[in-house]
């Protein structure tokens, strides 16, 4: 069974920085490709980052045009969790954020809220 519990959202002024975690349940992480999502008021859900196990290379990491170079994505496998670093958040961030792996399974989500 497969559980993603994500922590760390909240209110922020514009500008400001927030860390996203992600806690998962089962074995193998270390070769679970991960991600995030998010969904705005009155927006459909869309991607956001994700980290693709590739042999060979380790891990790959690939990120929505609208937050490269603002986010970053990473995980500790020896803490079964992936995080999401958020620089620079703008009032357009403001969306409960998913955890997914594979878009298979989802986390309940974290509510993020950027003030301007």
């Known amino acids: 069974q497969v559980q993603l519990v994500e922590s760390g959202g909240g209110l922020v002024q514009a500008g400001g920085s927030l860390r996203l975690s992600c806690a998962a349940s089962?074995?193998?992480?270390?070769?679970?490709?991960m991600g995030w999502f998010r969904q705005g008021p009155g927006k459909e859900r869309e991607f956001v980052a994700t980290i693709r196990w590739r042999s060979g290379v380790n891990y790959i990491a690939d990120y929505s045009d609208s937050v490269k170079g603002r986010f970053t994505i990473s995980r500790d496998n020896a803490k079964n969790t992936i995080y999401l670093q958020m620089n620079s958040l703008k009032p357009e961030d403001t969306a409960v954020y998913y955890c997914t792996r594979d878009q298979t399974y989802w986390g309940q989500g974290t509510q993020v809220t950027v003030s301007s």
């Open positions: 089962g074995r193998s992480f270390s070769t679970w490709n």
